[in-house]
């Protein structure tokens, strides 16, 4: 049976012991038992992912940049990918600004929670300058220090500039690129032996996502979740894949085929960093993305692009502000708008991250950071779908940049 296949019928079958798990209700034994096993066996897979991750992502975007041997290409690979990234996810926050104001989820609901918070709404608002100071502060930071803490943001910035400094050395320092090349080799060869465990841990992580959540709070907040699991989709299914054609001419199912193994990953991991081994694996073999494009767009995506994310922090912050019985006027989305995107390209591509700089945009219009409380129940669900398009765009990203650079006819 193909790798695929077992991938597939994993998630069917996790999703089926969930369900019959959360039928069973949580005090049986079997159910105790066998939450028990696959959160061992979830954790391994997740925990064997993030062992690659940090070795992986550096020497990916070293070897990428210092790849691209002219100056030139280096600059028009950087703006494409750039600029790619901008207009995806402003796309993405618009479709939730606008869908989230039209359907108004949350109108009429009252919650206890935000009784005293309501009171001191005022025009407490968080100003861009504090927040570009705290993220610029947290770009440059000693690389052993980066790479020690797993802080990808900061190991990415470093890994930029070192390929960069390689790329400016020349044949100088080819010694180093060649080491650099040949560890990444390494590390994709222990990638290749951890997806072979890759059924077994999307199983077990599915079963236990579809077990622990509360129903009770699940059914209150239905039209929310409706609505970013619809535009999240709707982004994920249209939009991207229409950019992919409008640019490349590649038909959606041409990519989705080639891009299954990354997106399953990222729906049952949660995790844009963690699914980065398979995700370079997709575009690479499968895609047929050249590695120095690869190397280059995908980790740098799976950091800093985040088109789901975006796009649920907007449609978040809507609904808050519906909850707490707040009208955001025009200028105040606007806020939002940018201050998604920042926290977007903020957070790192891990579980429940958005769910953290969720805070910055709810204070930066003057909504209550209590807020999260009520969404947290749902974020696990929510962030399978949003992780699963952050992941695409990526991936549909490097398409794009590649097809727009092989426009240079002197690229190789
Ligand atoms: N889990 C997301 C990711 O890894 C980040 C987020 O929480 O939105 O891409």
Known sequence: ?????????????????????ARLGPEAVIVKNGMFVCGILGTLFIDLLKMVLVPLVFTSIAVGVA?????????????????????????????????????????????????TANQNIAAKQMSFGEFFATFLHGLFINPFAALA????????????????????????????????????????RMVGWIMRLAPIGIFALLAQLLVSQDKA???????????????????GFVVLPLLLFVFTKIPPRKFFWGAREALLTAFATSSSSATLPVTLRCVEQHLHV?????????????????DGTALYEASAALFIANLVGVELDLAQQLIVFFTSMLAAV????????????????????????????????I?????????????EGDMVGSLIVQHLVNQNADFD
């Not at 120095?292 to 980790?299: L, M």
């Open 149 to 188: 803490q797993g802080n990808i943001l900061a190991i990415v910035i470093f890994a930029l500039f070192l390929g960069i400094a390689l790329v400016v050395g020349g044949e100088r320092y080819r010694n180093i690129l060649l080491l650099m090349q040949e560890g990444q080799e390494l590390i994709l």
């Open 346 to 377: 903020g957070a790192p591509g891990m579980p429940s991250a958005g769910m953290i700089t969720m805070v910055m945009v709810l204070q930066s219009v003057g909504l209550p950071a209590e807020a999260i409380a009520i969404l947290l129940p």
């Open 1 to 21: 049976m193909s790798l695929n296949t077992q991938i597939f019928l994993g998630c069917i079958l996790g999703i089926g012991l969930g369900f019959l798990f």
């Open 67 to 115: 790849n691209l041997s002219k100056h030139s290409q280096l600059h028009r690979v950087w703006i494409s990918t750039l600029g790619f990234f901008m207009v995806s996810m402003t796309l993405a926050i618009i479709l939730a600004l606008l869908a989230t104001n039209w359907l108004k989820p949350g109108q009429g609901l009252t919650l206890d929670l935000f009784q």
């Open 290 to 306: 050249k590695p120095n494009i690869a190397g280059f767009v995908i980790p740098l995506g799976a950091t800093i692009n985040m």
């Open 217 to 235: 709070v699940l059914v209150s907040l239905l039209e929310f979740v409706g609505l970013v699991i619809g535009t999240t989709l709707l982004h």
């Open 379 to 391: 974020d696990r669900l929510l962030d399978t779908f949003r992780t699963m398009v952050n992941v």
